[in-house]
DNA sequence: TCCATCATTCGGCCTTGAGCGAAGTATCAA
DNA sequence: TTGATACTTCGCTCAAGGCCGAATGATGGA
């Protein structure tokens, strides 16, 4: 009956600290161990075991048994949205802003699937400035604009190897916005985002750490960025 | 350096279901008194005085007195924006029906217009494991592999007489895994699924119980699941 | 001025749920 | 089979915080 109770039932499956930190962790998209998230938790293998499956039940998680290791996962790109839209609205509310982010990570990184960071956002610009993508119009109820390929941005895309048609039967949004929680503007999300990040890191554009979501521009990626997409990077 | 303590204290001010019908009802963009807040949270006015100072310390609401009255709205659109995609993953994560499954519930029943449940799920693991459907590759992210019919499935389901091309020009997904919820793995959903239910149904493989979703595997199913499909049911 | 109304503060009660460690279960490796 | 490792379950403690009613400030109207 009430709309508002699923909502509070999420916020208090984020509320906890534990959890939080377990979330975040997990904003990467990639699956990781119980253990390793207890690690993350900062608390006992039993707690976190009950975190999980808090999350777990409430449909937050997806858990994958493999052997003696259970992995968990976001379970939907959702999750990661209310996420992020909370990290955003954790800067918006605080007047003294935690630069505490480590200055790479600000600069690139992923963000579920997708590339965020100073990087992303300067090229969702340029993309929109070289008319590559367009906005759809989209209602006031919508957060995140919509965009459009252009038969430019097409071409574009064609002319560097990207197969932006890869999986275009999926039913997931194409090209939209998403908020970028340390930049405060949009960076590119949905499907094409998702084959950008593969196509970049596939030609190694960028390289990916281990253990953490940042990404490290390349030489050959700073080349080809600035090629391709007249995006200058000056300074990391 | 804790990025995700701020979301920690986010989630926990609309943890609350009081304060959580308190925002929904601020999102509307108006600002409302804290008497129409204390009707609208369902507390005591005192209480919801408490919720409404907690929520704006932190930040979430703004203040203005006028009068005698107090008058409260959101702070920023980003709250509004949080709200929004918690309402979207409410919508997303509902599907989770957890707990106490009657037995025969589990065994066989319909999800929407196709079969689900133990049967399902080993169903689609034989077909997988014939080589009758190939998963189309999707990202790691994406929760529900799309599967395409191979040739060999092709050749099998024609041979038990299912034509799977039926409303093949449908705009919706083909083949598809859609997770089940009692275990917990995916089962075939899509056109597909759909087909396949039907022409079971049709041939009394499966009875349709009145009034519930439960199935009911018939004799005839049992011995053609095991003849075309090499699936062996044990017991129920 | 006096009272009704709006709002907040205070004190006490009570539920919720996070925490740990130990014991139990499942899986792998030798 | 026998550890060793990975997780989960159980029993318990304990602090946090939500709830209410009563008392206390404010404000506006008669």
């Not at 968990?72 to 909370?86: G, I, K, N, T």
């Not at 949905?190 to 390289?207: P, R, T, V």
């Not at 960025?225 to 995006?231: A, C, E, K, R």
């Amino acid at each position: 009956m009430d709309v508002d109770q699923p909502i509070a039932q999420i916020a208090a499956a984020m509320a906890e600290p534990a959890r939080a930190r377990i979330l975040c962790a997990l904003m990467d998209g990639r699956a990781y161990t119980a253990t390793e998230l207890a690690v993350v938790a900062d608390t006992a293998s039993s707690t976190a075991s009950a975190h999980l499956s808090k999350l777990t039940e409430l449909g937050l998680l997806t858990k994958v048994s493999q052997g003696r290791h259970r992995y968990f996962q976001l379970a939907d790109p959702a999750v990661a949205q209310v996420l992020e839209s909370m990290m955003h609205l954790a800067g918006v509310i605080n007047r003294v802003i935690p630069v505490s982010t480590p200055q790479p990570l600000r600069f690139a990184r992923s963000c579920y699937d997708h590339l965020a960071g100073t990087v992303a956002v300067a090229l969702l610009q340029k993309w929109l400035q070289l008319g590559w993508l367009t906005p759809i119009k989209a209602e006031a109820s919508e957060q995140q604009p919509d965009y459009q390929l252009t038969a430019l941005g097409q071409a574009g895309l064609a002319a560097i190897g990207l197969d932006y048609l890869a999986k275009a039967h999926s039913r997931r949004r194409y090209a939209c916005g998403c908020l970028d929680w340390s930049e405060r503007t949009a960076h590119l999300g949905g499907q094409l985002g998702a084959l950008l990040l593969d196509f970049m890191l596939q030609k190694q554009w960028f390289n990916r750490q281990l253990d953490s979501r940042e990404l490290q521009l390349t030489a050959l990626g700073r080349r080809q960025l600035q090629q391709q997409f007249q995006l200058i990077i000056t300074a990391e």
